[in-house]
Structure formats: structure tokens, C-alpha cells
């Protein structure tokens, strides 16, 4: 089990930017995909963005498409989210979580197929 920790969070202006990061604690998770995910108020958590082990491959809702870009340094054993351009409807608390299928490959991940989620980082954009 792999322990991850959001953050980077934050308040900004519509059209601002913000780099989420989601670090491992303890054991490296750089065979493993990752995905972002988040959760605004009074709605539920959905995807947003993943990426496979070696980072070649990656996945987008189309909220976030052309927007968002996620990446990641293995040798720093975080994934990042960088979002542009920021819309009052993605204020969210952001979640990241773990991919571990045998395949270098951005899945579309489902909220409903994990058990727990960590603190997450919340995320406002105001108008």
C-alpha cells in the first residue's frame, strides 16, 4: 500500500493557474499509474486526469482537456497536475490515487473502485 499526500492547492482568479503535486510516502510508487480525481461541493467525486508508470501515457476528462496536464518524476516520487486556465466550476478538493494494473497505460479510472482516499487539496477559483 502506497501512502500519498495532495497538495499545492489554493485560492486564484479565474483564468489563473495552480500545480497540484501528489508525493508517495515511504515506498516509491513509480511502477504504479496514477490518477487525479476531485470533488466539488455537494456533488461527487469524478475523474480528472491519469497517468501510466513510465509517464508515456496519459488521460483526461474533457472538462480538463487542453487545460490540465499531468506528469510526473519518478525519481521524486510525485505526480503533478498543472492546471491553467481555472473556471469557478473546477473548485473542488482534488484527490490522488493509485493505478496498479500490469500495464503501461492511462486507464480512465473510477472513483468507485477505491476504498480510501487520502486528505486531499482544495482548490478554489473565484469569479
Known amino acids: 500500500q502506497v501512502q500519498l499526500v495532495e497538495s499545492g492547492g489554493g485560492l486564484v482568479q479565474a483564468g489563473g493557474s495552480l500545480r497540484l503535486s501528489c508525493a508517495a510516502s515511504?515506498?516509491?510508487?513509480?511502477?504504479?499509474?496514477v490518477g487525479w480525481f476531485r470533488q466539488a461541493p455537494g456533488k461527487g467525486r469524478e475523474f480528472v486526469a491519469s497517468i501510466s508508470w513510465s509517464g508515456v501515457n496519459t488521460r483526461y476528462a474533457d472538462s480538463v482537456k487542453g487545460r490540465f496536464t499531468i506528469s510526473r518524476d519518478n525519481a521524486k516520487n510525485t505526480v503533478y497536475l498543472q492546471m491553467n486556465s481555472l473556471k469557478p466550476e473546477d473548485t473542488a478538493v482534488y484527490y490522488c490515487n493509485t493505478d496498479r494494473r500490469n500495464s503501461d497505460f492511462a486507464f480512465w479510472m473510477s472513483p468507485g473502485d477505491y476504498d480510501s482516499w487520502g486528505q486531499g487539496t482544495q482548490v478554489t477559483v473565484s469569479s
Open positions: 515511504g515506498r516509491t510508487f513509480s511502477r504504479y499509474g
